[in-house]
């Protein structure tokens, strides 16, 4: 365990900036607000912090349009506040891991502006231009995640540009060498400041076809791709031409050579392909590669440890040297007590979900607010911010349900956040979910979190070692972890009421101290587990 990355087995913080907490009272979370809640932040007992999009940006897609990839937007604060970031984060034992966007860029950054200008510039090539076709038509038939056609026409070119998402974040042409050179020097700069790692954003989306092939119909009972509705027209295709080409592995090869020259930093892909667990798989392969990748295949609406189950072991089966990460809510899916909890969600489910998520063989991503067990917070129509969710309103709300600001306190009216009226509106449902009401509550989820994240860390079985299923049903999922000599069985009931599941071993058991779990209660091959309930016991 000396030698094995610090990353191996970590627990990464998820923080949404605009959304931990407002230094300033301007009704938005910034960088000084992230340090002013570092010692909560260590409290939890995760090993680093993902922080997601802070860089100079024109905000329409919320920071992952980036305008200038070595500048702080304003609103987030200054350079110097996030070297005091690093710094302090550093002093607690915390990495800092930062998002790196870097397949497209904002139609304000200064490379497009002057790219579009002309088809003989020195950036004339840096995006991805095509004529029309005959009839003046898109050059194909790829479409945009956020809605219709892929391609936006530039009249001063008389040319399209290819945009995978919104039409103002226009996608680099990797093709070109030059844009590559230039994009590792975007990142090796963040490197020299002191960041630990990148989650390197839609990095599928780096290469595109160069012959610009029409992508192929996705039949209709297979339009459920994962990230992607089965309401959205993008789901309507399979998407072999415009992203996951096999160009991007050559690619993330250099970006590795990178980052091997900044010992103990590291790379989280986010994968979203047509067959995500295979292109996790791919894309982690070897020593050359990213270090750790996840997808969405976690993220989906029903839960169900069968699915849990099926995901992990054809992962598993198809993984080799390539480390997991695995997460159940983020930034972009509805909160998963919503997803998962229908309603009225119990809070034991809450605490069964954590244990669960930090039981699983891999690296962890964790969103805040899910130590607290947040809902979905209920955005009317005139209080949207996220473009996406304008579009496809009312089919879809968008993502802003699930990026409302932190409850600190539960009397303020503001929530603690801010001072000023917030960016999005936090819910009452969320104020009685507040820091300040969970703090002193010994049975609370925020504590029941912290008790098993700081057991978990005196775990090698759960950190470093291999997972094995032994049952699983709609209601429940059983797996055994171990490492060297010890095993350790972690059983998880999702359901309301007590469970009794047939294991395929007559296992003897011992009860573990420290970690907030249920009695063991055994009968041959069988064992009993309460309502909303965690075993986890030791193999004798």
């Known amino acids: 365990m000396t030698t094995t990355p610090w990353w191996r087995g970590a627990v990464v913080y998820q923080v949404y900036p605009r959304s931990m907490m407002d230094a300033n009272n301007d009704g938005i979370g910034d960088i000084l607000g992230i340090i002013s809640k570092l010692d909560y932040i260590a409290s939890l007992g995760v090993d680093a912090i993902w922080v997601s999009p802070f860089f100079k940006s024109p905000m329409k897609d919320f920071g992952y349009d980036i305008s200038d990839y070595r500048d702080i937007d304003p609103i987030f604060g200054t350079l110097a506040d996030f070297d005091e970031l690093i710094a302090k984060a550093h002093a607690r034992g915390i990495k800092i891991i930062i998002d790196q966007v870097l397949s497209h860029t904002s139609d304000q950054h200064a490379w497009f502006m002057e790219s579009r200008e002309s088809r003989d510039n020195a950036k004339a090539d840096w995006y991805v231009w095509a004529d029309p076709q005959p009839d003046g038509t898109p050059p194909n038939n790829w479409l945009a995640i956020f809605g219709g056609s892929a391609w936006e026409w530039e009249p001063r070119r008389c040319q399209y540009y290819l945009h995978n998402f919104l039409k103002t974040q226009p996608d680099l042409n990797y093709h070109c060498p030059q844009v590559q050179q230039q994009i590792l020097s975007e990142v090796e700069f963040w490197l020299k400041r002191g960041v630990d790692g990148l989650r390197l954003d839609a990095i599928i989306f780096c290469f595109h076809d160069q012959l610009l092939r029409n992508n192929p119909a996705k039949p209709e009972e297979e339009r459920r791709g994962r990230g992607f509705r089965e309401d959205n027209p993008y789901a309507f295709q399979r998407h072999v031409y415009d992203c996951d080409r096999p160009e991007n592995l050559q690619f993330l090869e250099a970006l590795r050579k990178l980052m091997d020259r900044y010992p103990g930093t590291v790379t989280l892909g986010e994968i979203a392909s047509e067959d995500s667990l295979k292109t996790m798989a791919e894309y982690t392969a070897g020593t050359s590669r990213l270090h750790m990748a996840y997808s969405f295949e976690l993220l989906v609406d029903q839960l169900s440890g069968t699915y849990i189950r099926e995901t992990i072991e054809t992962l598993e089966k198809n993984l080799s040297e390539g480390w997991p990460c695995w997460s159940i809510g983020n930034h972009d899916v509805v909160r998963v007590m919503s997803r998962w909890g229908g309603i009225n969600p119990s809070p034991q489910l809450a605490k069964t979900l954590n244990a669960m998520l930090m039981s699983l063989r891999g690296s962890i991503c ?136 047939s294991l395929d071993a007559n296992y003897r058991l011992e009860k573990t101290e420290g970690h907030g779990c249920d009695s063991v209660s055994t009968e041959g091959k069988v064992l009993s587990v309460s309502a909303y309930s965690t075993v986890i016991a030791r193999v004798l």
């Open 366 to 501: 964790s969103y805040q607010g899910e130590e607290l067990g947040l809902v979905e917070a209920d955005i009317q129509q005139h209080e949207l911010q996220d473009p996406y969710g304008i579009t496809f309103w009312p089919r879809f709300k968008g993502r802003d349900g699930c990026r409302t600001p932190m409850p600190w306190t539960h009397q303020e009216n503001h929530a603690g956040f801010s001072h000023a009226k917030t960016w999005l509106p936090i819910p009452s449902a969320h104020k009685e979910c507040a820091v300040s009401l969970q703090e002193n509550d010994s049975g609370s989820i925020l504590n029941a979190y912290r008790k098993f994240m700081h057991w978990r860390k005196q775990q090698p079985c759960l950190r470093f070692g291999d997972i094995e299923f032994v049952a699983a049903a709609d209601e429940y999922v059983v797996f055994i972890r171990s490492f060297g000599s010890e095993k350790l069985l972690c059983a998880f009931n999702f359901s309301a009421s007590a469970q009794v599941i």
